[in-house]
């Protein structure tokens, strides 16, 4: 189907983009110009659909149980052969009564659309067009599913939705935990209908997927997730009731009861967010009635004290701070130190430890380059246990490849079966702790806090 042409003004703005590409320059627009992007963003649910082997024949029973007059618009990332022209778009546009396009750089995303990703391109979200990039990436080693819904946990935040369909191999687990990270959500398909089902099964052991359903299956669940309160957009013309105070007491009394924690001065605009969230999950409106079915539920208990801990973490996640360990903060600690004194870092909040690794990696780096050897102790301190007993074992799904260098994966993990274990040698280096700040007294005598 056809689409109306953009304006003179958008391909002036595109083509001035894939110009400052194309001579090196910033990406990021001058604020003026960001702030008319911002505040034309889309106002509907945009679902991110990451598959790969067998992804057809699970995109084919999903688009056919979709209504074309949702209000969705759909970003389907399809592992494709960058050597050969693809069908997707023609294939997929015989399912629905949808638009269907084959993404263009910079092109506007748009309600009751599906965009297909083309072949040998990455793809982002950025203020609501959709951006492709040259991989830089050698092929074996793309994982352009997480680099999308990375991109759509920048851009969305609570209003980004993934799905990952049948594939082999864990490409969009780490993009589903962004996006869960930031209050959106996660569906993936049942392993036991999925052709393969390592993808499905990866997402599923991050422990932040939200409904597990056959594809046909997952058009009502996703309609009645968007159509709650929580979704901007969602009930049009309805506003989101506020959190009531006596019912969100309650609340924190069962997960200190259950969980032993009290939550009652953390930030309020987050836990109304993720509470608000889980409120949508399970197609409750009024705070009273989800209250009701926590105090019968002791499961739900549990999942709600873990969306409250949801923290993104990623190896080496934040450059900038890390560069700044690298080349300040550890060489100053080591030249402190005597030969026999030890290095003592604290990492509270560590969840399932890539942060203390980082830490660990880059301390043994310095230690080898400068012939020094102290005793490493890092103390890793999270109130979260499953996260705890993860990070412990230090065992990662390969798309960790994004994040960390080929020259640490090769001297710092160990690859088996789709996976990567940090070394003896590292984490021998970090204790990892159950641990409330809040409550629990704090370690003493450190070199550094992170």
Request: charged share 25%; hydrophobic share 40%; aromatic share 8%.
């Amino acid at each position: 189907m056809p689409r109306n042409k953009k304006t003179q003004a958008d391909k002036d703005k595109k083509d001035q983009a894939a110009a400052a590409l194309e001579a090196g320059q910033s990406s990021q627009a001058d604020p003026a110009d960001t702030a008319i992007e911002q505040d034309d963003r889309p106002g509907f649910p945009i679902v991110g659909i990451g598959a790969s082997a067998g992804g057809l024949e699970a995109a084919e029973g999903f688009f056919k149980a979709m209504p074309s007059d949702s209000g969705f618009a759909f970003v389907l990332v399809q592992h494709l052969d960058p050597t050969h022209q693809s069908i997707l778009a023609e294939l997929v546009q015989r399912w629905t009564g949808m638009v269907v396009d084959v993404v263009e750089d910079g092109m506007r995303v748009e309600p009751n659309s599906i965009y297909v990703i083309p072949p040998n391109r990455d793809m982002a979200l950025s203020e609501g067009r959709l951006r492709l990039i040259e991989p830089t990436a050698s092929r074996g080693l793309r994982l352009p599913i997480d680099f999308f819904f990375r991109s759509m946990a920048a851009d969305l935040q609570e209003r980004a939705i993934c799905i990952i369909l049948s594939g082999t191999g864990t490409d969009g687990s780490l993009g589903l935990k962004e996006i869960r990270g930031v209050g959106g959500m996660a569906m993936a398909q049942d392993p036991e209908t999925a052709k393969y089902d390592g993808m499905p099964r990866s997402a599923i052991a991050t422990g932040l997927v939200d409904y597990i359903l056959p594809p046909h299956e997952m058009p009502e669940r996703l309609i009645a997730y968007a159509d709650g309160y929580y979704i901007p957009g969602g009930r049009q013309g309805s506003q989101a009731q506020p959190i009531e105070t006596d019912a969100l007491a309650k609340i924190f009394l069962l997960l200190q009861h259950q969980k032993k924690h009290d939550f009652a001065q953390y930030k309020r605009n987050t836990i109304d967010r993720r509470i608000m969230r889980r409120m949508a999950v399970n197609h409750f409106e009024r705070l009273w009635d989800y209250l009701h079915y926590l105090q019968n539920n002791p499961r739900e208990v549990e999942i709600l004290f873990r969306e409250l801990l949801i923290g993104v973490t990623s190896f080496f996640r934040d450059p900038q701070a890390f560069d700044m360990l690298e080349k300040r903060a550890i060489p100053q600690i080591l030249d402190s130190l005597k030969p026999s004194e030890a290095v003592r870092v604290w990492v509270p909040g560590c969840s399932t430890g890539e942060e203390a690794y980082s830490i660990a990696m880059m301390i043994r780096e310095q230690m080898s380059l400068r012939k020094q050897e102290h005793l490493v102790q890092i103390f890793a301190t999270d109130i979260d246990e499953q996260a705890i007993k993860r990070a412990r074992v230090g065992l990662y799904p390969n798309n960790i490849a994004a994040d960390v260098s080929p020259e640490r994966l090769q001297r710092f993990f160990i690859k088996s079966d789709g996976t990567y274990q940090i070394s003896k040698q590292i984490r021998e280096m970090a204790v990892f702790a159950v641990q409330s700040v809040t409550k629990d007294p704090p370690f003493s005598r450190m070199d550094l806090i992170s």
